[in-house]
């Protein structure tokens, strides 16, 4: 076992003439970091990118673990490989179709590799009413699509979305392997799910060619741990070569002895998902007694993400957000217009959903009922003038950002968390958009850009 050599060797007397350049030392003597486990490839303590020892051992368990053929360590997070995959799974100026809900690491892929993206829109989230954020991707839509642009490689969707709305890949792994085209999951917040009845069924199981899962999101792995799946033989070897391009060639050990010890959790977790899930119903029944929040509920979700609503309410995502930091010490994962995310894990305690359920519903009985009118989500992809790699040498202008309207934007504008963007380079910045991204602004929800100018400037182009 990796961890167990690590530990083994910081007990040794060897004397380490190699990187790191902490010798293993805690200089700071605090004793938080493991600066006595970080190693670098030293003999007999593999290669990520060409393993055959511990660290294949660890991705052989992985692959068990999640019932696949093929699992990779991913230390750059999910981020690493989706890049990877979307390099092994096209070649540079494909056409491909992209859920337009993805994260921006799709979308950086993109513009790497020339891609020649079209984009779906997935539904509005359901359930009695409408809400702020996106549902499920229409397997119908995909095959619409396809038929459009016969000539596409690639469909990249989000499944679940950072909501936890999954889609139905079944359906859309048949309709893409009907069309001649391979399907890539960016599962990174489903790492859970095949450990419980409860949770959607993976991706991997449901048919996609390769699905990226991030370990640190929902089990008990240190931050930028993910694995990337697939079944397909042929693939694999595609995948380990663009891994080798695309991850640090200076992997870490701490980070890897954390995704070996996340198994062999998952090895054994049987009861503590059981809590886990008792503990998620019993917030879900306790929760029935507020009258104005609400937490969303439908079919086919991640019932661990709880979506708090404040549609009903004088509160904006971003106030609740505030609320709960500042009077009750409870940090949210991210919050927007009018909801706020807060994560849960099998890691979370008894005491932990209690004090949730306590503050919401102290919150519940000061706050006051008040619809606000907010804006409509977005579900026709601007209009386009370039691809996103045909901007990089385009001729740019700083204009203010109200004046760059009916313009085309040189830049990204994405809400973060979680990274989805709003306008891509070679778009239009058209009125609703910019309509709803000032909205969000005045709402506290964080927007962000590649341009540093922004929000009072935006780089457009010259055409």
Not at 108 to 124: G, S, T
Not at 208 to 218: C, E, F, G, R, Y
Not at 374 to 400: G, M
């Amino acid at each position: 076992m990796l961890y167990d050599k690590l530990k083994k060797y910081a007990e040794s007397e060897v004397y380490p003439f190699h990187m790191p350049g902490h010798k293993r030392q805690d200089i700071y003597g605090d004793g938080i970091i493991p600066y006595n486990i970080d190693l670098t490839e030293i003999y007999d303590f593999d290669n990520l990118h060409s393993p055959n020892g511990c660290i294949k051992e660890i991705e052989e368990k992985a692959a068990q673990i999640y019932g696949v053929n093929n699992a990779f360590l991913l230390v750059n997070g999910a981020t690493g490989g989706i890049i990877s995959a979307v390099r092994a799974m096209s070649r540079q100026g494909d056409r491909v179709l992209i859920a337009r809900n993805c994260h921006k690491s799709v979308y950086n892929a993109a513009e790497l590799l020339e891609l020649k993206a079209e984009y779906i829109f997935p539904n509005q989230a359901e359930s009695d009413v409408k809400h702020q954020f996106y549902g499920s991707v229409n397997p119908n839509d995909i095959e619409n699509k396809l038929r459009d642009f016969p000539d596409t490689k690639l469909v990249i969707i989000t499944s679940p979305t950072y909501e936890g709305i999954c889609s139905d890949i079944k359906a859309i792994s048949d309709i893409c392997r009907n069309h001649g085209a391979k399907l890539l999951v960016d599962e990174a917040h489903g790492a859970h799910f095949p450990f419980h009845e409860a949770f959607p069924s993976s991706a991997i199981y449901q048919g996609a060619d390769a699905v990226v899962i991030s370990l640190h999101k929902t089990l008990p792995s240190l931050t930028q741990t993910a694995l990337l799946l697939t079944n397909d033989g042929e693939l694999a070897k595609k995948l380990r070569s663009n891994l080798a391009v695309f991850e640090t060639s200076s992997p870490s050990y701490v980070l890897m002895a954390s995704i070996e010890n996340c198994l062999r959790f998952l090895e054994n977790s049987n009861e503590a998902f059981q809590k886990y899930i008792d503990n998620l119903n019993l917030f879900y029944y306790r929760i029935k007694t507020l009258k104005k929040l609400n937490v969303f509920k439908c079919e086919n979700r991640d019932i661990g993400k709880l979506v708090i609503l404040t549609e009903n309410t004088n509160l904006t995502g971003h106030q609740l957000a505030n609320i709960l930091r500042n009077e009750y010490k409870i940090e949210t994962e991210m919050s927007s217009v009018d909801y706020v995310i807060a994560m849960t894990s099998v890691c979370d305690t008894e005491s932990g959903f209690e004090c949730l359920y306590n503050a919401l519903t102290e919150i519940d009985s000061k706050c006051s009922i008040n619809k606000f009118d907010t804006p409509n989500l977005i579900f026709e992809a601007p209009e386009r003038k370039l691809f996103a790699y045909e901007c990089q040498d385009c001729k740019s202008t700083l204009t203010d950002f109200k004046s760059a309207v009916g313009k085309v934007s040189l830049e990204y504008i994405y809400a973060y968390p979680p990274g989805i963007p709003l306008i891509v380079p070679g778009e239009v910045l058209s009125q609703e958009i910019y309509d709803n991204i000032m909205y969000q602004l005045k709402s506290g929800v964080d927007i962000s850009s590649s341009d540093k100018n922004f929000p009072q400037k935006l780089s457009v182009a010259e055409l």
